[in-house]
């Protein structure tokens, strides 16, 4: 832990890119009295002081505020940004006012582009901002405490999901766990009731006093389960430092193409962060992950202990009623996991927290752009400069992907760009039309270099801590350098600067087409261009990475640096940004929506991977072999129904879909005509389980289906239409068992099966 601190403080100036005047801050929490409170940990000791805070906004002229009442003062901004003018307030119900006079007088709200003025919404980026300082800089991420939480519950007999309103459903345990190695248990009856169980977990908390309280779909069950169970009991979650309970409000966070709306939990002096959005936000890029149940994600990274204890949710509640020390080694592991699940992908949040003034649990709600642009606003007002207005939204062009070949390939190598964008950002000395400091440009360079800095350490590092320490940052500093295209084309990005983003995708397009043909004319075979890198077979006389990597090099632009970093026995291409890759290892990664769907069946995700295993070591007699044993267990129904049962999520309440459907604007759903047939208080978030009965091929789903909770003694899973579907499949990817060349080749048969390539 010591060199760790040294070689932080030694290696990396983050106060070149934002001061922070107060280091060790674990949380802020801005109060209405013009003032604010700064948490600061040393190893277990947090203290606390008091520090002012003065609300702003921006005008674009003090004469907005010329007929309004209140302790206020107005400053001029240097430079010619629309907002030149800033208003600092007394204290926040002062500031409050203010925001509803503007929108009064000026009958606009503040999120048009039309505003003359500009607020920003969220206080502790206000105060971090105006106070010029940052969460946990001179810090590392094991140096905060970060506690985890876990429930089991008691179901009432007859419902498949937990609902907190039922009176016969309960809390039966909580696990918890912290970044100390410290665990406990607090069981139902042993010795404590319901009530008392919520009591003994209140005083846990804050006894232990983490900075950071995390779980696995902890806003959508355990704590909204908690909260719920605690009102019935009249319990106070006073879980806040200062004895306050905790607060809700709706929030949403963005997800690639994805919003979703989730239940926010605050907790005064604490952020509370849940691995169940982490692991969609790593699954974003990745694309690996089957699904995002903790005990499945746990195993994909490895830390799944191999006495891992293991529970059918169904069957709890029993294992429960007959064994509770079983369930209470379930709950622990349930801990362990979250806790080792988060020490893989949050850290990059809380070193990113060290430069964006917002709180860590704001910093993992928020998108990249939107980082970005509070953390170049911030600059910005630290230097007394005037703020820009956003460039209305534009269309351009954007990254290259195409897939050259469709089939299987040997001896495939990858070269990519480091860091296409950014590269090309720096080469060319780009910098946003608006950004009249220089900072975009600046901030990206400093980033760059501290990236490199870090993965040399890294390299250089024996001690696996700080390699570990190493990784973090420079994975940190990856994600914010390649948020920066991303940002020029942000409709609500300050500096963003739609001509200057069109240009760099134009150059980056340029850069790839020329690997391309070089490649080409080297007499290698491109298979795959995906964004910024390259799948190709080399030339047949080309043994030596290295060297084709210089000779690549050698026909790009100076500052566009080139890496051939892996070469893979075998690639299955199935169409653009869908393939698989065998490799070294023996290990498969299969990219693209097309070859892992969730919305198929779980047999069907088991048989498409398990093929494309096969089809990757051009092994046709097992493939045939797995296509005849997954037949042979559907006909005889050797597998459980689960095997073939879809889950889906209730987004709306039962009541809002009969709407929709009454009123035209809804269809007819499975899962909602199962949960309404079945009398149970289901609920919006709920989720339903169910398969498809009947003897057709061809038959209609909502009519013809049943929940896995009802699951009759005598089996009645449709063996036809689930042998359709594994037909389908096999028609679908047998066209590449015998033809692993080219899409020329392949191309006339899967048009005449009617499949598109």
Avoid at 156 to 181: C, K, Q, V
Avoid at 683 to 705: A, C, H, M, P
Wanted: charged share 30%; aromatic share 12%; hydrophobic share 35%.
């Amino acid at each position: 832990m010591h060199s760790e601190k040294k070689d932080y403080a030694k290696i990396y100036s983050l106060d070149e890119i934002a001061r922070s005047e107060i280091d060790k801050i674990v949380a802020v929490e801005p109060l209405d009295d013009g003032t604010g409170i700064v948490f600061t940990r040393d190893d277990d000791k947090v203290s606390s002081q008091k520090i002012g805070f003065r609300p702003f906004l921006l005008l674009s002229a003090p004469v907005f505020l010329d007929n309004f009442s209140g302790d206020f003062a107005i400053e001029k901004l240097k430079g010619n940004g629309v907002f030149s003018f800033i208003a600092k307030f007394a204290d926040s119900k002062i500031y409050d006012k203010a925001v509803k006079h503007l929108k009064d007088s000026t009958g606009i709200n503040p999120s048009s582009p039309k505003s003359p003025f500009r607020v920003f919404t969220d206080p502790s980026q206000q105060f971090l901002t105006s106070n010029r300082i940052r969460l946990f800089r001179g810090m590392t991420f094991r140096e905060i405490r970060r506690m985890q939480i876990d429930i089991e519950t008691i179901l009432t007999d007859g419902y498949e999901f937990p609902n907190p309103e039922r009176e016969g459903d309960a809390i039966s345990l909580i696990s918890m766990s912290d970044s100390t190695g410290w665990e406990k248990s607090i069981m139902l009856n042993h010795p404590h009731s319901e009530k008392e169980l919520l009591e003994e977990f209140v005083r846990t908390v804050m006894e232990r006093d983490p900075d950071v309280i995390e779980g696995h779909n902890i806003f959508r069950f355990d704590l909204t389960y908690i909260e719920t169970r605690a009102k019935r009991f009249k319990v106070r979650l006073a879980l806040g430092r200062d004895k306050s309970i905790i607060s809700t409000r709706p929030s949403r966070i963005s997800i690639a193409e994805r919003t979703i709306s989730y239940k926010r939990f605050d907790i005064f002096g604490r952020h509370v962060i849940d691995t169940y959005h982490l692991v969609q936000l790593y699954d974003v890029s990745h694309r690996d992950l089957t699904d995002y149940g903790l005990k499945s994600v746990a195993r994909h990274f490895g830390v799944a202990a191999d006495n891992r204890t293991y529970l059918d949710c169904e069957k709890i509640t029993e294992t429960f009623r007959k064994s509770p020390e079983t369930v209470k080694k379930y709950g622990l592991d349930d801990v362990r996991e979250t806790r080792a699940i988060s020490d893989i992908l949050s850290t990059s949040f809380f070193y990113q927290a060290q430069l964006i003034p917002y709180s860590y649990q704001n910093c993992l709600a928020r998108g990249n752009a939107t980082r970005i642009d509070a953390l170049l606003v911030a600059a910005y007002l630290a230097d007394g400069a005037s703020i820009p207005a956003p460039e209305g939204d534009k269309m351009f062009s954007g990254a290259l992907t195409e897939a050259f070949h469709s089939g299987t390939f040997k001896n495939v190598w990858h070269c990519d760009v480091r860091s296409l964008y950014p590269s090309i950002i720096l080469s060319e000395k780009w910098c946003p039309s608006r950004d009249y400091l220089g900072i975009f440009p600046a901030f990206l360079e400093k980033l760059r270099n501290f990236r490199f800095t870090a993965k040399n350490a890294e390299k250089k590092s024996s001690d696996q801590q700080e390699k570990d320490f190493h990784n973090s940052i420079q994975t940190t500093f990856k994600i914010l350098i390649n948020s920066f295209y991303g940002y020029l084309g942000f409709s609500q990005g300050t500096f963003n600067d739609y001509a200057m983003a069109e240009g760099v995708t134009s150059k980056g397009r340029e850069i790839l087409s020329t690997m391309v043909n070089f490649l080409e004319k080297s007499g290698a075979k491109v298979i795959e261009i995906d964004t910024d890198g390259i799948y190709f077979q080399p030339p047949e006389n080309e043994k030596n990475p290295e060297a084709l990597e210089k000779k690549i090099q050698s026909v790009l632009p100076e500052g566009i640096d080139v890496e051939l970093d892996e070469t893979y026995p075998s690639m299955f291409c199935y169409k653009s940004k869908n393939y698989a890759l065998l490799k070294q290892d023996g290990e498969v990664a299969i990219t693209g929506a097309a070859l892992k769907s969730r919305g198929l069946e779980p047999f069907q995700r088991d048989y498409m991977s398990e093929f494309i295993r096969h089809l990757l070591a051009d092994d046709s007699t097992a493939i045939e072999k797995l296509t005849q044993e997954y037949r042979d267990a559907i006909e005889k129904r050797k597998w459980p129904v689960a095997k073939f049962a879809k889950s889906e999520t209730l987004s709306d309440s039962l009541d809002a879909y009969k709407r929709k459907l009454a009123d035209g604007s809804g269809k007819r759903s499975a899962a909602y005509e199962l949960a309404i047939a079945s009398g149970r208080d289901y609920r919006q978030g709920d989720q339903v389980s169910f398969y498809v009965t009947g003897t057709k091929k061809n038959l209609s789903v909502v009519e013809n289906s049943r929940l896995i909770k009802d699951v009759p003694a005598e089996r009645d899973e449709n063996t036809t239409y689930y042998l359709s579907k594994l037909d389908e499949l096999y028609k679908k990817f047998s066209v590449f068992i015998e033809n692993g060349g080219s899409k020329d080749e392949i191309a006339p048969q899967m048009t005449e099966l009617g499949f598109e390539i």
